[in-house]
């Protein structure tokens, strides 16, 4: 009996790639198998995504659904500044499923967030810097923000300051003075993004400094430092011996 048909037919069995189109409850359920045998950071983003979203919609896996999302805001950052209604507007994702990206959104903010208010802000700079990334990273625009900081510096509360345009922001120290104040703060550290990508602090960065720091000190108010955002780098001035 020839049997090399039937053995051509089984070695061709035995490598036949996985079907890479949607196969119903696989392509969402694979993520969601992965990360409780090997944890969540054993996923992609796009497989993180999916995960939230739960479902697709027609035609599509929540996988697919969850990589056409970061295709279209270009990321997790990108992500990260999309509103509730603008998500709501991708195809396959609608109110609710943005309403879920929106939640585990907040939920990564608060908790960075929480990492900081728990300890000495100069004892945590660690916890400090992957807040102020998370917070001012995806912004397309400068944000200025002050962490304002009790006698034990502790966290009293993280505010933002001011919101300017790609390339400057205006702050007032005056109004800075009255939140401080307001807060009862003992100390502040001031933080901005830079969008160009650019992390150095610009002469204006340093002069406007200079000029918080006078004012506060006034107030008995001590500036810790200034940090510059952008992208995954963090500038210190105090680091820098800016202050």
Same mark, same amino acid.
């Given at each position: 009996m020839d049997t090399s048909s039937t053995?051509?037919?089984?070695?061709? *069995?035995?490598?036949?790639?996985?079907?890479?189109?949607?196969?119903?409850?696989?392509?969402?359920?694979?993520?969601?198998?992965?990360?409780?045998?090997?944890?969540?950071?054993?996923?992609?983003d796009a497989e993180l995504v999916a995960v939230i979203l739960g479902t697709g919609a027609a035609g599509r896996s929540a996988l697919d659904v969850g990589q056409a999302l970061l295709e279209r805001c270009g990321g997790l950052q990108g992500l990260a500044r999309m509103g509730?209604?603008? /998500?709501?507007?991708?195809?396959?994702?609608?109110?609710?499923?943005?309403?879920?990206?929106?939640?585990g959104l907040e939920i990564a903010r608060r908790v960075l967030l929480a990492d900081v208010? #728990?300890?000495?802000?100069?004892?945590?700079?660690?916890?400090?810097?992957?807040?102020?990334?998370f917070t001012l990273s995806p912004e397309t625009v400068? &944000?200025?923000?002050?962490?304002? /900081?009790? *006698?034990?510096? #502790?966290?009293?509360?993280?505010?933002e300051l001011a919101r300017?345009?790609?390339?400057?922001?205006?702050?007032?120290?005056r109004e800075v003075v009255k939140t401080a104040l307001a807060?009862?703060?003992?100390? &502040?550290?001031?933080a901005h993004n830079h969008p160009s990508g650019v992390?150095?602090?610009?002469?204006?960065?340093?002069?406007?400094?200079?000029s918080l720091r006078s004012a506060l000190a006034l107030v008995d108010v001590r500036t810790l430092d200034h940090l510059v955002v952008a992208?995954?780098?963090?500038?210190?001035?105090?680091?820098?011996? /800016?202050?």
């Open positions: 053995d051509v037919t089984a070695s061709a *069995s035995a490598w036949s790639p996985r079907p890479t189109g949607p196969v119903a409850g696989d392509a969402a359920e694979r993520p969601r198998e992965r990360l409780a045998a090997r944890g969540a950071s054993s996923l992609t509730p209604s603008t /998500l709501a507007s991708v195809h396959g994702v609608g109110e609710a499923k943005a309403a879920k990206l929106a939640a208010a #728990r300890g000495d802000a100069l004892t945590s700079p660690d916890a400090v810097r992957d807040y102020l990334r400068e &944000v200025f923000v002050g962490l304002f /900081l009790d *006698s034990q510096h #502790r966290l009293i509360a993280a505010v300017g345009t790609l390339a400057q922001t205006s702050v007032y120290p807060r009862n703060a003992a100390a &502040v550290i001031f992390a150095e602090p610009s002469r204006a960065d340093e002069l406007l400094t200079q992208g995954a780098r963090v500038t210190s001035f105090a680091e820098r011996g /800016l202050l």
